[in-house]
């Protein structure tokens, strides 16, 4: 978001004003979130980019549909905008789009028999095995062992014994955070066959860096702005480059699935102000419910029309 509102006001800003961020550390805490969004609602804002956590989303989005500010939550739960919440928009795929393209995944390399192990309290990792487990007959998928943990486990050894013995294909990780990283570490030494699937939380210098060499021959899951050095020539990877090679030149390492949704929703907000005509709530929201903008995300539709697709399924 820094580097986004840094290339607006270099720019002249948006509508020959500049662009002033102020932060909050909510400290991964739903409590602290709530407590950081309490701070700032009164500073004058235009609108309030939201938390990665999704339970530290979850607890702001109520906040942000009653004070009626424009919010763009960074978390993919899905519980956010179903229902629909008209003052609150999600930066990155909910958690039910990544789990249907695994299953897409899954069909398209004749998988059909997979392990499951989700994070009971995190409402990312709850909200993608509930997509998963009600999509998975769609694309012939079985899920043939669940597991369930919690953010604190630190011994997964027990998982890996009940996948072992279950004849899945495949082993599918729902979580984030330091559960992420200690699964990886301890799966290079378990021995355990079952390759190893990981989401988007895992997408990320953060989880990278510790894991090292035990992320060898693991399946991560991300959006498109991950893989920009790889896609051809045209207005995706010219807004994704349009971050990446600043991003990279000044924290010195590609920009991981967090920093490509706080770019995003930044590039979101400006256009929607610009549509507005000025800071006015009410007026940003129509905005952001009729607008649609290529971003390093991909192509980020209105809320209004995320309405009509979960509609139509």
């Known amino acids: 978001m820094e580097l986004a509102a840094e290339q607006v006001n270099a720019q002249g800003g948006v509508l020959g004003r500049k662009i002033q961020l102020v932060s909050r550390d909510d400290k991964t805490l739903p ?70 393209r695994f299953l897409q995944y899954f069909q398209a390399r004749h998988i059909t028999r997979i392990a499951s192990a989700y994070d009971t309290k995190s409402g990312y990792a709850v909200a993608g095995h509930a997509a998963m487990m009600r999509l998975a007959g769609k694309y012939g998928v079985q899920v043939v062992r669940d597991e369930q943990y919690e953010t604190t486990t630190s011994d997964f050894s027990p998982i890996f014994t009940h996948v072992r013995s279950s004849g899945a294909q495949a082993f599918l990780f729902w979580g984030s955070g330091a559960p992420g990283v200690i699964v990886t570490k301890q799966y290079a030494t378990s021995g355990l066959k079952v390759p190893l699937m990981l989401t988007a939380s895992q997408a990320s210098k953060l989880w990278l860096g510790p894991v090292g060499k035990a992320a060898e021959g693991l399946t991560v899951q991300s959006a498109i702005g991950v893989v920009g050095d790889y896609l051809p020539a045209g207005p995706q990877k010219q807004i994704i480059d349009q971050m990446a090679g600043p991003y990279k030149q000044k924290y010195g390492y590609p920009p991981p699935q967090f920093a490509q949704d706080g770019y995003s929703a930044a590039l979101l907000l400006f256009e929607a102000i610009r549509k507005a005509g000025g800071t006015d709530h009410a007026k940003i929201q129509k905005a952001l419910e009729t607008m649609s903008l290529v971003t390093p995300n991909g192509t980020d539709w209105a809320q209004a029309e995320l309405a009509k697709t979960v509609a139509a399924e």
């Open 31 to 100: 409590d602290q979130a709530v407590l950081a969004f309490n701070d700032i609602k009164g500073k004058d804002l235009a609108a309030v980019i939201g938390p990665v956590f999704s339970n530290s989303g979850l607890a702001i989005e109520p906040l942000a549909q009653r004070q009626r500010i424009p919010y763009l939550s960074l978390a993919p739960a899905d519980e956010q905008v179903k229902p629909i919440r008209p003052y609150v928009f999600v930066t990155p795929a909910l958690s039910a789009m990544y789990a249907e």
